[in-house]
């Protein structure tokens, strides 16, 4: 079986890239760091044999094969007709693979029943801004409204909550930057504040769009969307879209994955099969023989 060591270079943007969602992988088992310290197929372990077997068994690795796969995918099709792109190839590459990666946010959020781009600013929101702008004293204060507006939609849809309170002290800090006060963090007349803030935009949220969207939208997923960990809650989704051909065979990559690891499966396998389906002869064929190697090492 051939060894063939992937790019060393795409595959360290590829790690680092995919940090927040391979550290919430980890953090859905319980694991509240990822524990290998070089990125796996990089240039300090060019076969991935230093991977945490955590990371292989959390889906830290799968994140990061999927990823890999569908951004080595989209490199060489991009190649055939771009010299620009191959004269820039990790620039890009470092595209492809923030947009994979919202994507699989996305489709992860998706799959929950929760809205792929809760922050988007058009339809219901776009009128709930309007009338919050409305009802604000003055421009200052109707700009933070809307960005408060955008960041609980956003947080109410995280899916590495460990909370269902509002974070009120990282938001008393955005307010801070938002109109230029000054305010004591983390004080009961602060947060009180900031409550007070949110009382505002949700009641102009349920005048215009009613009681049930925003219990729907809103206050069901505060309640009943919690997970382990955390990060930077504000981080938002990215506007542009991704390619369709590449959102599609992504999609149909990880439900291939998903379906062969329902059926037993092991990790290596069932990323091996839905690699073959879905991506045929690209250049994710060496990453496949180097998984089944390194993954009948670490079992055997
Ligand atoms: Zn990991």
Redesign the pocket.
């Known amino acids: 079986m051939s060894m063939q060591v992937l790019d060393p270079e795409l595959a360290s943007v590829v790690w680092w890239g995919t940090h927040t969602l ?1 550290v919430r992988a ?1 953090a859905a088992r319980g694991a509240s760091l ?3 310290r070089f990125a796996p197929y990089g240039h300090a372990d060019p076969l991935a044999q230093q991977a ?1 077997l ?2 292989w068994e ?1 889906g ?2 799968g994140i990061v094969h999927s990823i890999y796969a569908a951004t080595s995918d989209r490199l060489a099709r991009r190649a055939g007709s771009d010299r620009q792109a191959v004269a820039d190839r990790m620039r890009y590459a470092r595209t492809v693979v923030a947009s994979q990666v919202a994507e699989l946010d996305r489709g992860r959020r998706v799959a929950r029943g929760l809205p792929a781009r809760p922050t988007r600013n058009d339809g219901i929101a776009g009128r709930i801004n309007e009338a919050l702008d409305a009802a604000a004293a003055g421009p200052t204060e109707a700009r933070w409204l809307v960005q408060l507006f955008r960041m609980i939609r956003g947080y109410v849809c995280r899916d590495n909550r460990t909370s269902t309170t509002w974070p009120t002290d990282a938001w008393a800090a955005e307010k801070c930057r938002a109109d230029g006060g000054v305010r004591g963090l983390g004080t009961d007349a602060v947060r009180q504040e900031i409550l007070d803030d949110i009382h505002t935009v949700l009641s102009e949220a349920q005048r215009v769009a009613g009681r049930a969207w925003v219990n729907v939208s809103i206050l069901h997923p505060l309640m009943s969307v919690v997970g382990p960990l955390t990060d930077e809650f504000a981080q938002q989704l990215p506007s542009s879209d991704p390619d369709p051909a590449e959102q599609a065979l992504l999609r149909q990559f990880m439900t291939r994955y998903a379906a062969y690891r329902r059926r037993g499966q092991h990790p290596a396998g069932a990323f091996r099969t839905a690699s073959l389906e879905v991506f045929g002869q690209e250049p994710s064929g060496d990453l496949r023989d180097v998984i089944v190697d390194l993954e009948s090492g670490l079992v055997g």
Do not use: E, G, K, S
């Open positions: 391979r980890h990822c524990p290998t945490n955590r990371c959390d830290c690795m």
